[in-house]
């Protein structure tokens, strides 16, 4: 059988700089979606604290502890990134492997919210949009799942598919606010 | 045009993807007969003034909603799950 190589969505892409901005691609990490079934939200987030240490958030936000965090998705859906799920989840959610299903970069660099600010409709600055806070909205034309890390950075998911289209717009974007000086 | 989403909180209209009336929300029973589901089907009533749109959030959280709005002045009056709405 023909060897296959494993390669990340991103690959021969990243990293790329411009000004003050850097993007590169997130480490590899498994990505599972949590949908909880009707009115067991609660549970869910107490076994999720009992296998992996980090409760439910709510809208807009995320829970992080040691490398694993759980992002608000979406109407009644939450991503858990930076480890397997535990079989206990499955009692109260549809868990479902997105691992290659994402396209995951991370956006760094004093101003950056500046360079996000040319492709999303929502304001990502710092007074309204804390370390933690996530959000759903389009980048461009993708719908994607944007998350600040910190104080200059972000991170930023959209469907695997759409790899180098990210990677183009956030690089025109970044070199254009770059040239602003 | 923003539109209030129960779930994101104010959004720009270019997120939501636009379905029509809200009535596609009273679907009518099988056999309520061949005049009620033409209306279902065909029949929209085109208001001036306080109509209720179905919405879908597209490019955020994925909810269906009900908005209320004004088409004579453009006010947008709400928006709640579809849901939970009648
Ligand atoms: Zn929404």
């Known amino acids: 059988m023909t060897e296959l190589l494993a390669k990340t969505a991103c690959d021969g892409l990243l990293s790329v700089t411009a000004g003050p901005f850097t993007l590169s691609e997130e480490p590899v990490a498994p990505l599972t979606s949590l949908m909880p079934y009707k009115g067991r939200d609660k549970a869910l987030s107490a076994a999720l604290e009992a296998a992996h240490g980090v409760k439910l958030p709510g809208v807009n936000r995320s829970t992080s502890k040691a490398g694993i965090s759980v992002l608000w998705f979406g109407r009644g859906q939450f991503l858990l990134v930076g480890a397997g799920p535990d079989g206990s989840l499955a009692e109260h959610a549809a868990v479902v492997d997105q691992s290659d299903a994402w396209a995951r970069v991370r956006l760094e660099g004093a101003g950056a919210d500046q360079v996000l600010a040319r492709l999303l409709p929502v304001d990502l600055r710092a007074a309204s949009f804390k370390r933690g806070h996530t959000l759903r909205s389009p980048l461009g034309h993708m719908m994607a799942s944007v998350t600040r890390t910190g104080v200059n950075a972000f991170s930023i998911a959209v469907f695997r598919s759409m790899a180098a289209t990210l990677v183009h717009d956030l690089k025109t974007a970044m070199e254009g606010v770059a040239a602003r000086g | ?86």
């Open chain 2, 1 to 86: 045009m923003r539109l209030p989403c129960p779930i994101c909180g104010e959004r720009d209209r270019r997120e939501f993807y636009y379905r029509g009336a809200a009535l596609a929300l009273h679907r009518p029973d099988p056999d309520a007969g061949d005049e009620a589901w033409a209306d279902y089907v065909h029949l929209r009533d085109n208001p001036a003034g306080v109509t209720r749109d179905l919405w879908y959030h597209e490019g955020g959280c994925s909810a269906w909603i009900v908005v209320t709005r004004n088409t004579v002045t453009h006010e947008v009056l709400g928006a709640e799950l579809a849901e939970g709405a009648r």
